[in-house]
């Protein structure tokens, strides 16, 4: 990601983070779970695109996080698929913060 306009990148994410608790609060007497996810880098077409026109490799995208690495798809659809799930009904409105170990709301 280039690093032009983080504020506006770190404002978005925040808005998410923080706006998914009250839609939960509102909505979940009605059954409705409403959960964030916010996943480390993640190997997608979009992301291998831009390492290639960059120049960047997947190890250097990965500096950041935890493992050290980019994240597969698979990992982080498996969590959403986890929380689309009936065992994840108990899980109304929770920001999960996949591959960092921490919350996140930054670049």
Do not use: Q
Request: with cysteine; charged share 25%; aromatic share 4%.
């Amino acid at each position: 990601m280039v690093a032009v306009d983080r504020s506006l990148y770190v404002a978005s994410k925040g808005a998410v983070v923080k706006s998914h608790s009250f839609l939960a609060l509102d909505h979940c007497k009605e059954g409705v779970r409403v959960n964030c996810v916010c996943p480390v880098p993640t190997m997608t077409p979009m992301l291998k695109s831009s390492l290639d026109r960059d120049g960047e490799g997947a190890a250097e995208a990965g500096l950041g996080v935890p493992r050290g690495r980019v994240a597969e798809r698979d990992e982080i659809s498996s969590v959403v698929g986890f929380l689309l799930s009936p065992k994840g009904n108990l899980a109304p409105g929770a920001v999960w913060a996949v591959g960092r170990g921490r919350r996140i709301c930054r670049p």
